[in-house]
Antibody, heavy 117, light 112 residues
Framework: QVQLVQSGSELKKPGASVKVFCKASGYTFTSYAMNWVRQAPGQGLEWMGWINTNTGNPTYAQGFTGRFVFSLDTSVSTAYLQISSLKAEDTAVYYC??????????WGQGTLVTVSS | DIVMTQTPLSLSVTPGQPASISCKSSQSLLHSDGKTYLYWYLQKPGQPPQLLIYEISNRFSGVPDRFSGSGSGTDFTLKISRVEAEDVGVYYCMQSILLPLTFGGGTKVEIK
Protein backbone atom coordinates (compact mmCIF):
# COMPACT_ATOMS: atom_id res chain seq x y z
CA GLN A 1 0.00 0.00 0.00
CA VAL A 2 1.14 3.54 -0.73
CA GLN A 3 2.59 5.36 2.25
CA LEU A 4 4.24 8.73 2.67
CA VAL A 5 5.97 9.00 6.02
CA GLN A 6 7.24 12.40 7.07
CA SER A 7 9.78 13.43 9.67
CA GLY A 8 8.70 14.55 13.11
CA SER A 9 7.90 17.95 14.50
CA GLU A 10 10.62 20.57 14.63
CA LEU A 11 11.13 23.56 16.90
CA LYS A 12 13.54 26.10 15.45
CA LYS A 13 14.73 29.59 16.26
CA PRO A 14 14.30 32.43 13.79
CA GLY A 15 17.12 32.46 11.27
CA ALA A 16 17.78 28.73 11.52
CA SER A 17 17.15 26.13 8.82
CA VAL A 18 15.07 22.98 8.78
CA LYS A 19 14.95 19.97 6.48
CA VAL A 20 11.79 17.86 6.35
CA PHE A 21 11.75 14.46 4.74
CA CYS A 22 8.97 12.51 3.07
CA LYS A 23 9.73 8.81 2.58
CA ALA A 24 7.59 7.04 0.03
CA SER A 25 6.78 3.36 -0.22
CA GLY A 26 4.37 1.08 -2.01
CA TYR A 27 4.83 2.53 -5.49
CA THR A 28 7.54 3.49 -7.98
CA PHE A 29 8.84 6.75 -6.52
CA THR A 30 10.14 8.17 -9.78
CA SER A 31 6.85 7.68 -11.62
CA TYR A 32 4.88 10.35 -9.78
CA ALA A 33 5.71 13.94 -8.93
CA MET A 34 5.81 15.01 -5.31
CA ASN A 35 4.07 18.14 -4.16
CA TRP A 36 4.40 20.20 -1.00
CA VAL A 37 1.50 21.94 0.73
CA ARG A 38 1.59 24.29 3.70
CA GLN A 39 -1.08 24.76 6.33
CA ALA A 40 -0.55 27.57 8.81
CA PRO A 41 -2.17 27.13 12.24
CA GLY A 42 -5.95 27.20 11.92
CA GLN A 43 -5.71 28.12 8.25
CA GLY A 44 -6.38 26.52 4.88
CA LEU A 45 -4.17 24.74 2.40
CA GLU A 46 -1.52 26.48 0.33
CA TRP A 47 0.29 24.77 -2.53
CA MET A 48 4.03 25.39 -2.37
CA GLY A 49 5.14 23.64 -5.54
CA TRP A 50 6.29 20.30 -6.78
CA ILE A 51 9.32 18.33 -7.81
CA ASN A 52 9.65 16.04 -10.79
CA THR A 53 10.86 12.82 -9.18
CA ASN A 54 12.26 11.62 -12.49
CA THR A 55 14.42 14.64 -13.36
CA GLY A 56 14.70 16.35 -9.98
CA ASN A 57 13.43 19.59 -11.50
CA PRO A 58 11.49 21.67 -8.94
CA THR A 59 8.71 24.19 -9.55
CA TYR A 60 7.98 26.71 -6.82
CA ALA A 61 4.83 28.71 -6.29
CA GLN A 62 5.20 32.44 -5.87
CA GLY A 63 6.05 33.14 -2.27
CA PHE A 64 8.10 29.98 -1.98
CA THR A 65 11.15 30.98 -3.95
CA GLY A 66 14.56 31.66 -2.48
CA ARG A 67 14.33 30.18 1.02
CA PHE A 68 12.53 26.99 0.07
CA VAL A 69 14.26 24.10 -1.66
CA PHE A 70 12.80 20.81 -2.84
CA SER A 71 15.19 17.91 -3.34
CA LEU A 72 15.25 14.15 -3.72
CA ASP A 73 17.19 11.04 -2.88
CA THR A 74 15.71 8.53 -5.28
CA SER A 75 17.91 5.74 -3.88
CA VAL A 76 15.76 5.81 -0.74
CA SER A 77 12.52 7.07 -2.33
CA THR A 78 12.61 10.24 -0.29
CA ALA A 79 11.71 13.83 -1.00
CA TYR A 80 12.99 16.73 1.06
CA LEU A 81 11.83 20.24 1.85
CA GLN A 82 14.46 22.59 3.21
CA ILE A 83 13.58 26.00 4.55
CA SER A 84 16.34 28.44 5.40
CA SER A 85 16.36 31.74 7.32
CA LEU A 86 13.24 30.66 9.17
CA LYS A 87 10.71 33.28 10.22
CA ALA A 88 7.86 33.11 12.69
CA GLU A 89 5.41 33.12 9.79
CA ASP A 90 6.90 29.85 8.53
CA THR A 91 5.25 28.14 11.49
CA ALA A 92 2.95 25.62 9.87
CA VAL A 93 2.28 22.00 9.09
CA TYR A 94 4.01 20.97 5.89
CA TYR A 95 2.58 18.09 3.88
CA CYS A 96 4.05 16.13 1.03
CA UNK A 97 1.50 14.79 -1.43
CA UNK A 98 1.91 12.30 -4.25
CA UNK A 99 0.60 13.48 -7.58
CA UNK A 100 -1.98 11.48 -9.49
CA UNK A 101 -2.96 13.00 -12.79
CA UNK A 102 -3.69 16.61 -11.93
CA UNK A 103 -4.34 16.07 -8.25
CA UNK A 104 -2.94 14.38 -5.15
CA UNK A 105 -4.05 10.94 -4.09
CA UNK A 106 -1.85 10.25 -1.06
CA TRP A 107 -0.56 12.64 1.55
CA GLY A 108 2.04 12.39 4.27
CA GLN A 109 0.90 12.78 7.85
CA GLY A 110 2.35 16.28 8.00
CA THR A 111 5.32 17.82 9.77
CA LEU A 112 4.78 20.68 12.20
CA VAL A 113 7.54 23.26 12.01
CA THR A 114 7.43 25.79 14.82
CA VAL A 115 9.62 28.87 14.62
CA SER A 116 10.00 30.63 17.92
CA SER A 117 12.70 32.34 19.92
CA ASP B 1 -4.09 33.17 -9.80
CA ILE B 2 -7.45 31.41 -9.88
CA VAL B 3 -9.49 32.25 -6.79
CA MET B 4 -11.65 29.47 -5.37
CA THR B 5 -14.57 30.64 -3.24
CA GLN B 6 -16.42 28.19 -1.04
CA THR B 7 -19.73 28.64 0.71
CA PRO B 8 -20.85 28.28 3.37
CA LEU B 9 -17.92 28.68 5.75
CA SER B 10 -19.48 26.18 8.10
CA LEU B 11 -22.35 23.75 8.21
CA SER B 12 -24.04 22.00 11.12
CA VAL B 13 -25.92 18.92 9.98
CA THR B 14 -28.17 16.39 11.68
CA PRO B 15 -26.99 12.81 11.03
CA GLY B 16 -28.87 11.30 8.14
CA GLN B 17 -29.65 14.67 6.60
CA PRO B 18 -28.11 15.96 3.35
CA ALA B 19 -25.45 18.62 3.05
CA SER B 20 -24.26 20.70 0.14
CA ILE B 21 -21.13 22.80 -0.36
CA SER B 22 -20.58 25.26 -3.18
CA CYS B 23 -17.30 26.13 -4.84
CA LYS B 24 -16.91 28.87 -7.43
CA SER B 25 -13.75 29.56 -9.42
CA SER B 26 -12.71 32.94 -10.79
CA GLN B 27 -12.24 31.41 -14.24
CA SER B 28 -13.35 28.34 -16.07
CA LEU B 29 -11.73 25.07 -15.06
CA LEU B 30 -12.60 23.39 -18.37
CA HIS B 31 -9.43 22.45 -20.18
CA SER B 32 -9.05 22.16 -23.94
CA ASP B 33 -8.62 18.40 -23.42
CA GLY B 34 -12.26 18.27 -22.34
CA LYS B 35 -11.56 17.61 -18.69
CA THR B 36 -12.45 19.94 -15.83
CA TYR B 37 -9.76 20.07 -13.18
CA LEU B 38 -11.83 20.49 -10.05
CA TYR B 39 -11.24 18.32 -6.97
CA TRP B 40 -12.72 17.91 -3.51
CA TYR B 41 -10.79 16.98 -0.37
CA LEU B 42 -11.85 16.28 3.20
CA GLN B 43 -9.53 17.03 6.07
CA LYS B 44 -10.71 15.20 9.15
CA PRO B 45 -9.58 16.58 12.52
CA GLY B 46 -5.89 15.97 13.09
CA GLN B 47 -5.40 14.27 9.73
CA PRO B 48 -4.02 15.21 6.34
CA PRO B 49 -6.50 15.94 3.57
CA GLN B 50 -7.91 12.98 1.68
CA LEU B 51 -9.10 12.98 -1.90
CA LEU B 52 -12.85 12.52 -2.26
CA ILE B 53 -13.76 13.58 -5.79
CA TYR B 54 -11.67 14.18 -8.90
CA GLU B 55 -12.60 16.00 -12.11
CA ILE B 56 -15.92 17.30 -10.77
CA SER B 57 -17.77 14.07 -10.15
CA ASN B 58 -15.55 10.98 -9.97
CA ARG B 59 -15.31 9.37 -6.56
CA PHE B 60 -11.81 8.34 -5.56
CA SER B 61 -11.19 4.74 -4.53
CA GLY B 62 -12.99 3.81 -1.32
CA VAL B 63 -15.11 6.97 -1.11
CA PRO B 64 -18.71 6.15 -0.12
CA ASP B 65 -21.39 6.76 -2.71
CA ARG B 66 -23.18 9.21 -0.41
CA PHE B 67 -20.61 11.73 -1.70
CA SER B 68 -21.27 13.21 -5.12
CA GLY B 69 -19.90 16.09 -7.12
CA SER B 70 -21.46 18.14 -9.87
CA GLY B 71 -21.08 21.35 -11.80
CA SER B 72 -19.31 22.80 -14.77
CA GLY B 73 -17.19 25.74 -15.86
CA THR B 74 -16.89 27.86 -12.76
CA ASP B 75 -19.64 26.55 -10.45
CA PHE B 76 -19.36 23.30 -8.56
CA THR B 77 -21.14 21.49 -5.76
CA LEU B 78 -20.28 18.69 -3.37
CA LYS B 79 -23.24 16.88 -1.90
CA ILE B 80 -23.45 14.41 0.92
CA SER B 81 -26.74 12.56 0.62
CA ARG B 82 -26.90 11.44 4.26
CA VAL B 83 -24.31 12.87 6.60
CA GLU B 84 -22.64 10.49 9.02
CA ALA B 85 -20.58 11.25 12.11
CA GLU B 86 -17.37 10.28 10.29
CA ASP B 87 -17.95 13.02 7.70
CA VAL B 88 -16.98 15.82 10.10
CA GLY B 89 -14.05 17.95 9.09
CA VAL B 90 -13.14 20.67 6.65
CA TYR B 91 -13.93 20.24 2.98
CA TYR B 92 -11.76 21.94 0.37
CA CYS B 93 -12.16 22.34 -3.34
CA MET B 94 -9.04 22.69 -5.47
CA GLN B 95 -8.28 23.62 -9.07
CA SER B 96 -5.36 22.35 -11.09
CA ILE B 97 -6.00 23.77 -14.55
CA LEU B 98 -3.46 26.52 -13.95
CA LEU B 99 -0.43 26.97 -11.75
CA PRO B 100 -0.37 27.82 -8.95
CA LEU B 101 -2.78 25.16 -7.79
CA THR B 102 -5.24 26.87 -5.51
CA PHE B 103 -7.67 25.73 -2.84
CA GLY B 104 -10.92 27.14 -1.60
CA GLY B 105 -10.95 28.51 1.92
CA GLY B 106 -12.67 25.43 3.29
CA THR B 107 -16.09 24.54 4.67
CA LYS B 108 -16.25 23.12 8.15
CA VAL B 109 -18.89 20.44 8.61
CA GLU B 110 -19.98 19.48 12.06
CA ILE B 111 -22.70 17.24 13.43
CA LYS B 112 -25.64 18.66 15.37
Amino acid sequence: QVQLVQSGSELKKPGASVKVFCKASGYTFTSYAMNWVRQAPGQGLEWMGWINTNTGNPTYAQGFTGRFVFSLDTSVSTAYLQISSLKAEDTAVYYCAKRLGHSFDYWGQGTLVTVSS
Amino acid sequence: DIVMTQTPLSLSVTPGQPASISCKSSQSLLHSDGKTYLYWYLQKPGQPPQLLIYEISNRFSGVPDRFSGSGSGTDFTLKISRVEAEDVGVYYCMQSILLPLTFGGGTKVEIK
